[in-house]
């Protein structure tokens, strides 16, 4: 059965492989989404404990596949789906600039920065 998430949610999948050696280095963990014709490839990540994650925010309704890529037998050539569904919550999508000075989600909505310490931006 798929999961569910919503449009701008974040999906994230757990795999199970090797703890032991320098996994950071040794191991090449990625993941494949597709939704129809789009393809996303993202990195995955040692969480530690033998424990890898990727994570994705889908931006289109309906169904996504994956299929990882490995170059552990244990971490290769595993697959899965979601379903991504209408937001109901605040997720609007991620923040872009507008107009050159003002900020806004992907959906539209108004994006107020606000703080103490604007002046570190630039950091």
Known sequence: MNKKIEKWG???ACFQG???GNTFLKVKFTVVFKHERKLVEVDGFYD???TYKVSLMP????E???TT???VESLDARSGSLECVEATTNYHGPVMVKEKFHFEYTDGTPHYSFGTTCY???N
């Not at 931006?59 to 309906?62: F, N």
């Open 10 to 12: 974040i999906y994230e």
């Open 18 to 20: 090797p703890k032991e």
């Open 48 to 50: 530690g404990d033998g």
């Open 59 to 62: 931006s289109i309704l309906g």
């Open 64 to 66: 996504w596949t994956f």
């Open 69 to 71: 890529k490995s170059n």
């Open 120 to 122: 570190a931006w630039i």
